[in-house]
């Protein structure tokens, strides 16, 4: 996908917004109208939530998903629903091959990726002394992989076309906090900040801004374990200030700030969503 080099700078000029009240009292927003987006591990989670906001404010939304198909067709479902328009592409972050199909979807269904919001992640426990080396390459492949490549492929059709953009990617405050137990995950996760800071400066003279979110405690299904362990979830509670999990609405809200015009001129930062848990966390 290599493509001549520019100096010209895209056009980033804010573009007005516009909005109408629906029948629940909420403003509805068109501001990604002619925006096209891609979510990875949209069928279920942050993912699920985060595409269906985008698709919800005027967003044409690649739902990208692995394994099951269900949850991605609800995700496009919910996006028509609300008038938008998605497309399920079965994509595993891991491979490159898919990677690229994944973006090129994009451009021969929409005409553009404008959006790209990395958000497949998974985990797996064990302690440091007994991972497995097949563990920790299947953690990093996912987690900070998927998302190095992903972005390169999102970014050369950006650059060809002399276009600006947002990169979104979902972290965690473990890129920053310590995580007994989970340090493959951690590591993935704090390359990912490095890879987020190191892009914001590369890719800014291409008018493409680089943020991450960092959820905490979100009740999704990667959180499966600890929402069925209620002695463990009763003391977790009592370290979030806010007295509650976060829900993926909590994020997807964030993500869609940070894919606007009204963020056009934020890049380079990791913005937290963990209902004040880093600032009063206790190991449990």
């Known amino acids: 996908m290599a493509g001549s080099e520019s100096n010209s700078r895209p056009n980033t000029h804010l573009k007005p917004r516009t909005g109408t009240v629906s029948s629940t009292g909420v403003k509805a927003m068109n501001r990604f109208q002619g925006k096209v987006a891609i979510v990875t591990g949209a069928g279920s989670g942050i993912g699920q939530g985060i595409a269906k906001r985008l698709g919800c404010e005027g967003a044409k939304v690649i739902v990208d998903y692995v394994g099951s198909p269900d949850g991605a067709h609800e995700t496009e479902e919910a996006i028509e629903k609300a008038g938008g328009e998605g497309k399920v592409v079965q994509a595993d972050v891991t491979r490159l091959n898919d990677v690229e199909c994944l973006v090129a979807t994009a451009w021969d269904q929409f005409g553009s990726a404008d959006i790209l919001v990395n958000n497949a992640g998974m985990e797996k426990k064990s302690d440091f002394l007994e991972t497995l080396e097949s563990d920790y390459e299947q953690v990093m492949a996912v987690n900070l992989r998927g998302p190095f490549f992903l972005t390169q492929a999102f970014v050369r059709r950006l650059r060809d076309a002399k276009k600006s953009g947002r ?118």
């Open 167 to 284: 990169v979104i990617n979902i972290s965690s405050v473990h890129e920053d906090m310590a995580f007994p137990g989970f340090a493959s995950y951690c590591c993935s996760k704090g390359g990912l900040r490095m890879l987020m800071r190191n892009l914001a400066v590369e890719l800014g003279p291409l008018g493409i801004t680089v943020n991450n979110v960092a959820p905490g405690a979100i009740e999704t299904p990667i959180n499966k374990a600890l929402l069925a362990d209620k002695p463990k979830l009763d003391a977790l509670l009592k370290n979030i200030p806010l007295g509650r999990l976060g829900e993926p609405e909590d994020v997807a809200g964030l993500v869609a700030f940070l894919a606007s015009d009204d963020a056009s001129y934020i890049t380079g930062s990791t913005f937290v969503v963990d209902g004040g848990l880093m600032r009063n966390y206790r190991e449990q």
